[in-house]
């Protein structure tokens, strides 16, 4: 995995991102900005962005990493650990960066401790402590309804909830009520579903 902020000396992340895609294609690569007045540096660099699996804001807490760290990790591991162990998914619909980047940090600490939680009030040896660690409900992020349905369809039998925002990317232009749309399209498939 690799992460690239805005300021590197002598070039850009995209011309460090399109040589480190030159190497390896298929490497995580994430886009750390310095502050969210970043977000306005990168508007209009399109083509560019797509090096990147995701942009985040740093906020001066650390538990980005983390949240960048599992957002990687999580979306590696869990057609495995659905398929296998039976993992719950958490669907995250969300288009801002700068929303994202500071409640996922947040979202990852909670499902952490209620994991925690769990494990303290069952009687495990550290193996399997460690075990039921892993096992931990997946957050599967997207920034646009299609992505969400197929997710969303993909593991529905592993949805434990779905947190949306109402508006996001519908057929590539924004739309006002694409939250609205998902939440509805999911519950016609899975009504109990909160």
């Not at 980047?101 to 769990?118: A, D, F, G, H």
């Not at 409900?137 to 997207?142: A, D, F, H, Q, Y």
Request: charged letters at 30%.
């Amino acid at each position: 995995m690799v992460i690239l902020t805005m300021r590197i000396d002598e070039m850009t992340p995209f011309e460090l991102g399109a040589k480190i895609r030159s190497i390896n294609e298929n490497i995580p690569m994430l886009l750390l900005l310095n502050s969210d007045s970043d977000i306005e540096l990168i508007r209009g660099t399109g083509e560019r962005l797509r090096l990147f699996d995701r942009i985040f804001v740093w906020h001066g807490d650390a538990k980005i990493f983390l949240a960048m760290i599992k957002y990687v990790e999580d979306a590696v591991n869990v057609v495995n650990d659905t398929r296998i162990r039976h993992v719950r998914v958490i669907l995250l619909g969300e288009d801002s960066i700068r929303y994202y980047s500071r409640y996922l940090p947040i979202l990852n600490v909670e499902v952490m401790k209620q994991t925690q939680r769990l494990i303290a009030d069952e009687q495990l040896n550290d193996m399997k402590k460690l075990l039921r660690m892993r096992t931990r409900p997946k957050i599967l992020m997207t920034d646009n309804y299609e992505d969400a349905v197929a997710i969303s369809d993909r593991h529905k039998d592993y949805l434990l909830c779905v947190i949306s925002d109402m508006r996001f990317l519908r057929n590539g232009e924004v739309d006002d009520q694409a939250g609205l749309s998902l939440i509805r399209y999911i519950k016609e498939h899975l009504p109990p579903l909160p």
